[in-house]
């Protein structure tokens, strides 16, 4: 991680969102896993900085495994960072995730990232024999096991949540020294001081609402840094949207397919349909950053400045989105919006 509140580093995420044919058929998972390789090597070709593909394990979402997506990624590329976005930790062994992440980073040339969650669907635990009453120890043990697997020494650990281990190691080894990790939070204070705790970058999850309501998260996790004596870390933001050439276009095609995501989400937790009245407002002031090159980059750059970040990642995949839109937004966020964000946080705010 290079990036810092002046320049940024600046991602992209995809959870491999099924995709329509032209004849509006949804695409075989396998067809989907494909598109998601090249779209990965076109962001590294554009100059995207980091690109993210997370797991879940459901049948609008291609993705189960994005450690082996990443490492087809890594074998056509040579400087885009690879990560998970997110890993289930709680329903994963901390172990084996380690050991993938490490062995994408030998593959990669040392650009692997991993981002950690709890896990925001709760399909994998019943899949993985895990019950959800244990949802929150799961992940606070895991996470403690993660941390001191870092190190990448001998490691003697002790939980309820699986079998002890004695003075046991993790291969491979990383040439670096250990794995570049995140934790990914979407708004729990807990959660923020648990990351500073065991020295995690933190990357929030903002899917709505306007941005500036996670300044307090920001602020509590850098004073907990200094409290437990860590050096400062990075803080990112994962948040939806989309680029089109004009922001007429891009909010008319990305519309009804985030509608279509958001609606399918909201049926299974009891949510209203998604109005275009809500929309409008979350592209407006929201977590949605959909428009232009210039307006996505405006709209970025100030919530750089606001949340003062070192890393914004774009979630550019909302739903069924043909292959072919999906491209044509990498382009221009790689091409356009990124230099422009850099331009604006050159140049010192008015007031």
């Known amino acids: 991680m290079s990036g810092t509140p002046d320049r940024p ?5 995809t959870f491999g969102d099924v995709t329509l044919d032209a004849a509006g058929t949804p695409r075989h998972p396998a067809e989907v896993i494909r598109e998601v390789v090249e779209q990965g090597v076109l962001a590294d070709a554009c100059g995207v900085d980091a690109f993210n593909v997370g797991e879940h394990h459901r049948d609008d979402y291609a993705v189960s ?12 590329t040579e400087r885009i960072l690879l990560g998970t976005a997110v890993t289930v930790l709680s329903s994963d062994d901390p172990v084996r995730v380690y050991e993938k992440a490490a062995t994408l980073d030998a593959v990669s040339g040392g650009r692997a990232e991993v981002t950690l969650g709890r896990g925001s669907f709760t399909e994998s635990f019943p899949l993985f024999g895990f019950d959800l009453d244990d949802y929150e120890v ?27 281990l004695v003075d046991a190691e993790v291969h491979p080894k990383t040439q670096r020294g250990t794995v570049t990790a995140w934790v990914g939070v979407g708004g729990s204070p807990e959660s923020v001081v648990r990351a500073a705790h065991y020295r995690f970058a933190l990357k929030l999850a903002v899917i709505g609402g306007d941005p500036a309501r996670f300044v307090p998260y920001v602020d509590l996790y850098h004073r907990a840094l200094r409290e437990f004596g860590a050096p400062t870390l990075p803080v990112g933001v994962h948040a939806p949207g989309f680029v089109a050439d004009t922001d007429e276009e891009a909010r008319e095609l990305l ?15 009891g949510w209203g349909p998604t109005t275009r009245e809500q929309f409008e407002a979350e592209a407006e002031h929201g977590a949605v950053f959909v428009g232009s090159p210039e ?8 919530t750089v400045r606001t949340l003062g970040l070192s890393r914004f990642d774009l979630k550019y995949s909302n739903g069924p989105m043909p292959h072919e839109r999906l491209c044509r937004a990498i382009e221009l966020y790689g091409r356009e919006v990124a230099p422009r964000v850099r331009e604006l946080l050159a140049v010192a705010p008015v007031g």
């Not at 580093?9 to 995420?13: A, H, P, Q, T």
């Not at 985030?258 to 909201?266: H, P, S, T, V």
């Not at 307006?295 to 100030?302: D, G, H, L």
Request: aromatic fraction near 8%; avoid cysteine; charged fraction near 35%.
């Open 9 to 13: 580093e600046l991602g992209l995420d």
């Open 138 to 164: 799961l992940f606070s043990e895991k996470l403690d096991l993660f941390a001191r697997l870092r190190g990448e020494g001998p490691v003697s650990w002790e939980g309820s949540v699986r079998r002890p």
């Open 255 to 269: 519309f009804p397919h985030f509608k279509a995501n958001r609606d399918r989400i909201g049926r299974e937790r």
């Open 295 to 302: 307006t996505v980059a405006r709209r970025i750059a100030e």
């Open 65 to 76: 495994s994005p450690e082996i997506v990443l490492a087809a990624i890594a074998a056509r």
